[in-house]
């Protein structure tokens, strides 16, 4: 297709899931930058994997997620906060995308139990409003848990009122929307798919299925498919990416008032199984997600296997540190227990028995229409050290950044974005500036 004169920005944002949008927002308003592009190939925000359908719903604070480290836990803690501070702004526009409730971290069995208690006393002091329940009390809170439980199995939770579940989809679409009232350059073109990115002297040309546009700084924020145009950039070659799909499956009986995670090993990047009320309809609550490698960037969408190609099998090295890390004892055993739940008509049956871990009433029948899929979770592996990388990264080049963003990336999106805004203003050596005061005031 013929293109004519680009469309000319200072940064053009190319991905606008919940990354792009708190990026875009940020920009807008707590900085002097007035032309500022969102460019976004589907035909509203927040419609991958932060949509509502495709993740956990979680505003993860690093209380009930067993398997972050202390130093995770006070990362997310901090980045939670910033977003708990924004909704809670947000009066009643909140009401379509947050409900607050409590959330518990559960511990089945002696084994869990000890783990669970040698954890608390540490966490507790990064958490002091996440209390030691005993099997009472958890009655009290969530009767589903106990109903039904075998007396002999001993139980012990984590306990706090303070939990969040979050649309980030919607809230993605809020924190543009908002941007766009804020500043009259900031401008978003949805519908729009970037095809490529090329480095000129002064900035980037981008050519999209629809019109060209020009920025003298660019930020990729389109989740798994950022490494892909990093690396035709000549960049991110020490990583690699481990695709991870899944499912969920939602109970139409109602079982849980609140979250309810589980124990977890520390060393993987999952969260063990948990029971998530809605955030659209506390009365149903989802299970999961299962586990699945598969070679896609987007769920749903096998055209974006050449993607996967493109970023992670077709260098040797990355393809080896693939590999590796698949053949690692410890995800490779949780991944194939994962490849159970996908046998037909046995697996999601042998799902619903792991749930009762949570729920011991809990049927197959409860299941409503089998499952849904979730997103995908790009896991990203250190080429050299062969071992998956925990969390989000932004690759560095010049003028341009770009952003992969695994769990809990959603929650993470202010923080991340309040750094990606440093970065941008550094890329103009003093022409622009960030109003930290202001950011901190209305977030810290
Ligand atoms: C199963 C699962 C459970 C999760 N649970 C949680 C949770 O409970 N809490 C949490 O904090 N995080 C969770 N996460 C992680 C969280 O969903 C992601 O970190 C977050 O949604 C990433 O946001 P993003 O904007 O970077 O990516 P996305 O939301 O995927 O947005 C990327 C955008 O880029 C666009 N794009 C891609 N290619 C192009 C192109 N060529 N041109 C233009 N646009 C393009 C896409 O259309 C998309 O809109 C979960 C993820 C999964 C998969």
Redesign the pocket.
Known sequence: MEQCKPKKFQIAI?????????IFHILSKYTNIDSIAL????GK???????EN???????FGDIEANYSVEKALSSKEA?QMVVRYLERLGEDGAGIYKKSHKMLLAVGKKEIAEFEKRQNEFEKIFPNFKKITREEIAEIEPGIVNGRKKSEKIMAGYSKDGFT?D??AL?KNLATEAKKIKAGAKIFVD????KIIEKEDGFKIT?NKETFFAKAVVV??????LM?AKELGYGKEYSILP???N?YTSSRKVLNGKVYTMQSGKLPF?GVHG?PNVHNENETRF??T?NVMPF???NNIATFG?FFKSTLCDKKSAIALLKVLSENTLLTFLLKNLIYEIPYFGPRAYAKMCQKIIPTLKYSDFKNSKTK?????QLINNQTQKLQMG?IEIEGKNILF???????????IKNAAKTVNKIIAFFDGKYSFNKEAFEKDFQ
């Open positions: 190319l991905g606008g899931g919940i990354t792009g949008s708190s460019i976004e190939k589907d925000l927040g419609e991958i994997n932060s949509k495709n993740n956990s719903q979680t505003l993860h939670s979050v980030f989809g993605a729009t798919k970037v095809i999209t924020a389109m989740c798994s498919h950022s145009f991870v799909g899944g969920f969260a998530d999961g997600p586990a960037l987007e769920r993607d979730a997103g995908i979770r790009p989000e952003n992969i963003t695994p769990s809990p990336g959603a929650t993470a999106c």
